[in-house]
């Protein structure tokens, strides 16, 4: 099985690529954004031909029981910056693309494989939004939240990724670990101490997801 694993940042690329060092494999960078997002995922399937793409890396979290090291494991996925109007099509919704699907759907079997990892990491399944904004503040996460309450994560790339792979029909999951609780933070301060104490340890889960998957066929 032929696995493409897409990450946004250069440190998100350091710590999984040495994980998946001599293995069958591929990570790939596509930058930061939802343009970046498409564009490297595009590439990724032109390329590489996979048979599953994960987006991994990292993102906020939203909800009273989602902790910094748990993992968001994507049930459905929208844009929280989309707003396409009701002139041409009143039955749009917020967060949609016309003529896409309001949410996209992660695959069904790689959600329950996230879902009945035994590593010791909470995983959560649930609604991941992505925009391009870096959330670094409690109002803008609340702007966020208040159109999607039942938001998980927060991220700038996993529905673009999401969106390219529904279009060339490859099967796709969002695998993210949580860096910061936006509504719980001040100043990303949260997200900056990750990065130095955690993020080496906080990786791992993401290679155990990407095993259990292999060992699919």
Same mark, same amino acid.
């Given at each position: 099985?032929?696995i493409?694993v897409?990450?946004?940042m250069d440190k998100?690329?350091?710590?999984?690529?040495?994980?998946f060092?001599?293995?069958?494999?591929m990570?790939q960078?596509?930058?930061?954004g939802?343009?970046?997002?498409?564009?490297?995922?595009?590439?990724?399937?032109?390329?590489f031909h996979?048979?599953?793409?994960v987006?991994?890396?990292?993102?906020?979290?939203?909800?009273?029981?989602?902790q910094?090291?748990d993992?968001?494991?994507?049930?459905q996925?929208?844009y929280?910056?989309?707003?396409?109007?009701?002139?041409?099509?009143n039955?749009?919704?917020?967060?949609?693309v016309?003529?896409?699907p309001?949410r996209f759907?992660?695959?069904?079997?790689?959600?329950r494989k996230?879902l009945?990892?035994?590593?010791?990491v909470?995983?959560?399944?649930g609604?991941?939004v992505?925009g391009?904004?870096?959330?670094?503040?409690?109002?803008?996460?609340?702007?966020? @939240?208040?159109?999607?309450?039942d938001?998980?994560?927060?991220d700038?790339?996993?529905?673009?990724?999401a969106?390219?792979?529904? @279009?060339y029909?490859?099967?796709?999951?969002?695998?993210?670990?949580i860096s910061d609780i936006p509504?719980?933070?001040?100043?990303a301060?949260?997200?900056?101490?990750?990065?130095?104490?955690?993020?080496a340890?906080?990786?791992a889960?993401?290679?155990?997801?990407i095993?259990?998957?292999i060992?699919?066929?």
């Open positions: 099985m032929r493409g897409i990450v946004a998100e690329l350091r710590q999984l690529r040495q994980l060092e001599g293995t069958d494999v990570v960078k596509c930058g930061i939802k343009v970046n997002a498409a564009l490297g995922t595009q590439r990724l399937i032109e390329e996979p048979d599953v793409i987006s991994s890396g990292c993102a906020g979290g939203n909800g009273d029981e989602v910094v090291q993992v968001v494991a994507s049930s996925l929208a929280h910056d989309v707003y396409c109007g009701t002139a041409i099509d039955s749009t919704q917020y967060g949609q016309q003529g896409m309001a759907e992660a695959t069904d079997w790689l959600l996230a009945n990892l035994n590593c010791g909470k995983v959560h399944a609604l991941i992505t391009d904004w870096f959330v670094d503040s409690r109002e803008k996460m609340r702007e966020i @939240i208040n159109k999607f309450p938001a998980k994560a927060v700038m790339e996993s529905c673009a990724i969106q390219t792979c529904y @279009i029909k490859v099967p796709f999951i969002s695998f993210r670990v509504l719980r933070d001040n100043n301060s949260q997200y900056h101490d990750f990065w130095t104490t955690v993020a340890h906080s990786f889960i993401t290679k155990s997801f095993e259990s998957i060992q699919q066929k």
